[in-house]
C-alpha cells in the first residue's frame, strides 16, 4: 500500500507553523468529529454525487470493464493513432494515467519497433496506437496533431477517436468533434468505426448523435462528476486501449477504499491528511497546497489532482449560505527539478503553504524499465575529478532519494509543514490508491469546510459569455455585459 | 511589440481588489517614486549581477552568436538528436524556446520527412535534430530518453550532448554528464565530436573537464544568473540548433529593453507591471500570481517566469537586514483548459490572486501554420445538432478568442484582478520582448521589496545535506542533522 508520512505536519517539527499532536488523540474530541464523518461517508456512498464511490464495485465494475475490454481485444493491431477528445474532467486523468504508467518516449516508439523501455509489462508498441489527449482549442495545437496524424496514416484508416463528453455540448469538445467528423466524411471513413464516444447513456445532444451516427458508446454514468470520472470509462478506455492494466486500477481503489472507511483516524490516510489540511489551512494560514513528485511519470497526476482540489474546494459559499471565499490553492511543482527554481521561495517566501511531497521508494526504481544496462541507471567510475567523485558509482535513483531527503529537511528546518507519500512500486494498483486516496480526502475535506464538494457553479458565467460572443441565441444579453464590462480603457501599454 | 493591459488591475473595475488608479497619476509621488528607480536601474546596468540587461547588445551579443552559428552551419545535417543536459536556469529557458517557436509534433516529425506544420520559417526538420532536455535525474525518464536515443542511432554518431552548468557542480547535471561520458567511450566516439558545453569561461569543475577533454565550449558569462541566462548561449544554443531565429530573440530583447528604460511609468511597461503587482501585494493581500496562456505554445514559458519570480523575489531578509518573508507565488494554468479546472477557485475561492492572461491576437494565428486545410482550423457546418450549431462555420482561434474575453469578464465580475498581455505574432522576436519584460519586471519588484533579486541562499542547506547522504567527505555533520530532524516517528499510515 501506499504510506503517508506527516510528521513534519506537526508542532514538534515545524514548530508554530504546524498542529499538535494532540490534537489527533483518538480519545480526543476531533478524533471523534472525524469518525462522525466516516459514518456520515458511508451512509451516503454511491449516493447522489457519489456514486464513484462505487465505480470499482460491482455492477458497475463489470458494466464498465467488459465492454471495453471486448472493444480493445477485438481491434488490437487495427490502429496506430488513438486521438482523445475532451477538456477538465474528461481529460486530466486520461494524460495522468498515461503519463505516469508508460514511458515519456511512448509516441516515439514505432509500432512495430522493439519498445525498450516500456512499461507496459508483456504489451509491445506494435500492437498499441500513439496517444494524443488533445484538451484544448488552441487551432495550432489541435491542427498540429491533426496534421501529424494525416501524415503518418493520410486515409484515417488507422485512427481512433475517442470523444468525451457527458452532454456533448462543451464548447472546446463539440467543436473538436465537428472537425474530426468532417475529416473522416472527407476521407470516406464511416464514423462508427472510428470514433468510440463515452458520454450520457440515456440522453443530451452528444448521445443524440451517437444514435445518429451510430457509434459504439460508452457511459459516463450518472451521479460520477467529471473530476471524480477517472475510473470510469472517461479514463479506462484510452488507458486500456494504451496496454495500461484497468483492472489494477480498480483493484487499488478498491484497497484504498477500504483503508479510508476505517473509523480510526490514526489508521485512515483520507481521513487524516483532510484534518490536518484544512486545520493548517484555516488556523494558519496554509492556504496554497504544493504537490511535488520526485518522479517525473508522477508529475501530471498533479494536475488531475489540481483540478479535483481547486474545483470541490474552491466554493464562496458554505452549505449554510454563508459567503466563506473556501478553497486552497493547488499548485504543482516537480523534484528535483523545481528545488532548482521554487525551493528558494518554498523555504524563504510567505509560509503560506503545505508541500505533499510523493516519491517512489528505491526499490520500486528497479522495477521500472527505462535504464541504461540497468534500471537504476548507475553513474559511472573513472573520471575522478575531486568535486564530484562523491558521485561515482552510485545510483541515479540513490541521487534522486538523497535530494528528495534534503529537501525535506530543509523545508523542516525552515518551518514549512510538508508530508511524504511514498509509492512501493509505480503500477496501476498503486496508481488507483492514489487516485482514491485523494478522491477521499476531497470528500472529507468538503465535509470539514460544510461546502458542496460536487457543484462547479462559477464556471456558468463565463459559460453564458462564451455562447453571447460566439453568437449563440439567446445570449445576446451576455454579449451586451461584456462588452459593458470590459469596455477598451487607456490602461495599456 | 506586446501589448499590456492592466485596466482589470484597478478599483474602477474590481472594487476593493484594485488599486486607484490616482496611484498612477504622473505627477504623483508613485510615479516620481518609480521613475526614480528606472534612473537607478540604468545606472546599474551591465554591472554586477545585471549584466543580463546587455546580452542583446555588443560586445557580448557577437561574442555569443558569432561561434553558436558556426558551430549550428557547420554541423547542419550532421545530428538527428540532440540532448541538452541541464536543470533550472540552465534548462527552462531551453524548454520554453523549443516549446514557444518549434510545433508540439517536433520531435515525431521524422528527419527526412515533410515538416508540416512547422513553424521554423524555411528550415525543415530533415536538417534539424531532435530535442530533448533532460532536466531530472530521475532514471526512468533519463534512462527511457537515451534507450529512445540508442534505438535510433546506436553508435551515437548522430547524436549530439549540450552540457549546461556553470560550476560543473550542480550534482544533477554532474550525473548526467558523467553517464553520457561513458556512453559515448563505450561507443568509441571522440567526446569532442558529440559534446558541446555551456560552462565559465575560465575557471570551474565543469571547465577543467572541458579542457582535459577537448569539448567544444560556449561561455555561461560572468554576471549572469541561471534565471536571466536564457539569451545567453545558455538558450541560445540549443535554440539555434533546432532553427530557431536566435538574433530575432535578441531584437525583441533589445526593443522591450527601450521601452522598459522609460521614465514615464505610463509608457513602461515593466515599471506599471511591477508596481501594481508589489503594491496588490503588500497592501490588498494579492499574493499569488497565476500565469495563463491561451495558447498550448506559450504554456511552458510559464515554467520560465516561474523560476524568475520564485526565485528571485521569495526572501527572508531584506537587505536592511529584515525579516520579511518576501515574495509571491507563482503559478502556472492554461487557457482554455484550465477553466475547466482551476477557474472555479480562481473566482470564488479566497481572493489572493492576481491572473495575468496571455494571448495571441486573432490576427497572430494566421501566421502560425498547423492547421488542417486552414491555419486557423475552421469548424465546419452541416452537423446541424441545435445545441451547438452556433459554432458552425467559425474558427477555433475565435472560439479560443471568445473564450478568453469570456473568463476575463467572468473574474471582473468577482472582483479578480487580472491583466492581459497580447502577443500581435508568436515568432523569436516577440518571444525575446516577453522574456525581456519579466526580467525587467523582476529587476523592479526587487528594488521595490528592497531584496537582493539575485541570490538563492536558501538553496544552499539542500545542496549540503544532499553532500551528506550521497558520502561526500567533509559533509558528515550534514548526514548527521539530517538524520536526527528527520528521525522515525509513528505518524505514518
Redesign the interface.
Known amino acids: 500500500m501506499l504510506?503517508?508520512?506527516?510528521?513534519n505536519m506537526?508542532s514538534?517539527?515545524v514548530g508554530e507553523h504546524g498542529l499538535d499532536?494532540d490534537h489527533l488523540d483518538p480519545r480526543g474530541e476531533e478524533a471523534a468529529g472525524v469518525a462522525a464523518l466516516t459514518r456520515k461517508l458511508s451512509s451516503t456512498r454511491g449516493k447522489g454525487w457519489e456514486r464513484w464511490r462505487d465505480l470499482h464495485r460491482e455492477p458497475m465494475r463489470s458494466e464498465h470493464v467488459r465492454p471495453i475490454k471486448q472493444y480493445v481485444e477485438s481491434h488490437r493491431g487495427k490502429f496506430d493513432n488513438l486521438v482523445v477528445l475532451g477538456?477538465?474532467?474528461s481529460?486530466?486523468g486520461n494524460i495522468a494515467l498515461q503519463s505516469a504508467l508508460n514511458?515519456?518516449?511512448y509516441?516515439?516508439?514505432e509500432p512495430g519497433?522493439?519498445s525498450?523501455?516500456q512499461?507496459t509489462g508483456s504489451a509491445t508498441r506494435s500492437a498499441l496506437p500513439r496517444i494524443f489527449v488533445v484538451?484544448?482549442?488552441?487551432?495550432?495545437?489541435?491542427?498540429?496533431?491533426?496534421?501529424?496524424v494525416?501524415?503518418a496514416d493520410p486515409t484515417l484508416e488507422r485512427t481512433l477517436f475517442n470523444v468525451i463528453s457527458k452532454s456533448?455540448?462543451?464548447?472546446?469538445t463539440?467543436?473538436q468533434f465537428?472537425?474530426i467528423?468532417?475529416?473522416l466524411k472527407a476521407r470516406g471513413r464511416k464514423g462508427s468505426d472510428h470514433v468510440v464516444a463515452c458520454t450520457d447513456p440515456a440522453k443530451g445532444?452528444m448521445r443524440?448523435?451517437c444514435n445518429q451516427e451510430g457509434y459504439f458508446t460508452l457511459p459516463v454514468p450518472d451521479g460520477v462528476g467529471?473530476?471524480f470520472s477517472v475510473l470510469s470509462p472517461v479514463g479506462l478506455f484510452s488507458a486500456a486501449m494504451c496496454g495500461i492494466d484497468i483492472e489494477g486500477l480498480l483493484d487499488g481503489a478498491s484497497q484504498m477504499d477500504e483503508v479510508c472507511s476505517r473509523e480510526d483516524m490514526?489508521?485512515?490516510?483520507a481521513a487524516?491528511l483532510a484534518y490536518l489540511l484544512v486545520e493548517l489551512g484555516q488556523s494558519k494560514g496554509k492556504?496554497?497546497h504544493v504537490m511535488m513528485p520526485?518522479?517525473?511519470?508522477m508529475y501530471l497526476l498533479a494536475?488531475w489532482y489540481?483540478?479535483l482540489w481547486?474545483?470541490s474546494?474552491?466554493?464562496?459559499s458554505d452549505l449554510t449560505g454563508e459567503t466563506v471565499?473556501?478553497?486552497?490553492?493547488p499548485?504543482k511543482a516537480?523534484g528535483?527539478?523545481d528545488?532548482?527554481?521554487?525551493?528558494?521561495?518554498?523555504?524563504?517566501?510567505?509560509?503560506?503553504?503545505v508541500l505533499g511531497l510523493v516519491e517512489l521508494a528505491e526499490e520500486g526504481?528497479k522495477s521500472?524499465?527505462?535504464?541504461?544496462g540497468d534500471?537504476?541507471?548507475?553513474?559511472?567510475t573513472?573520471?575522478n575529478?575531486e568535486?564530484?567523485r562523491?558521485?561515482?558509482g552510485?545510483?541515479?535513483?540513490?541521487?534522486?532519494?538523497?535530494?528528495k531527503?534534503?529537501?525535506?529537511?530543509?523545508l523542516?528546518?525552515?518551518q514549512r509543514p510538508n508530508f511524504t507519500i511514498t509509492f512501493p512500486k509505480l503500477d496501476a494498483v498503486h496508481v488507483g490508491q492514489f487516485i482514491t486516496l485523494w478522491e477521499m480526502v476531497t470528500a472529507y475535506a468538503g465535509l470539514m469546510l460544510n461546502i458542496d464538494a460536487y457543484d462547479?457553479?462559477?464556471?456558468e458565467?463565463?459559460?453564458?459569455?462564451?455562447?453571447?460572443?460566439?453568437?449563440?441565441?439567446g445570449y445576446e444579453k451576455h454579449l451586451k455585459?461584456?462588452e459593458q464590462?470590459?469596455a477598451a480603457?487607456g490602461?495599456?501599454?
Open positions: 504510506k503517508l508520512d506527516y510528521a506537526l514538534d517539527r499532536a477538456i477538465g474532467g481529460a486530466l514511458p515519456a518516449t509516441n516515439l516508439i519497433a522493439a525498450k523501455g512499461r484538451d484544448n482549442v488552441d487551432p495550432a495545437y489541435f491542427g498540429g496533431v491533426l496534421n501529424y494525416l501524415a456533448g455540448e462543451t464548447a472546446e463539440a467543436a465537428m472537425v467528423r468532417e475529416l445532444t443524440q448523435i467529471g473530476r490514526s489508521k485512515n490516510p487524516t492556504v496554497n520526485y518522479c517525473n511519470a494536475d489540481r483540478q481547486a474545483e474546494l474552491g466554493k464562496k471565499y473556501a478553497g486552497f490553492t499548485i516537480l528535483t527539478t528545488q532548482h527554481s521554487q525551493v528558494q521561495l518554498y523555504r524563504e517566501g510567505p509560509n503560506d503553504k526504481w521500472m524499465p527505462g535504464g541504461v534500471a537504476n541507471v548507475q553513474i559511472p573513472g573520471l575529478v568535486a564530484i562523491y558521485l561515482e552510485k545510483s541515479m535513483a540513490a541521487l534522486l532519494h538523497a535530494e531527503r534534503a529537501t525535506e529537511y530543509a523542516v528546518e525552515s462547479q457553479p462559477a464556471v458565467l463565463g459559460k453564458q459569455a462564451t455562447f453571447g460572443l460566439m453568437g449563440r441565441a455585459a461584456v464590462t470590459l480603457t490602461y495599456v501599454i
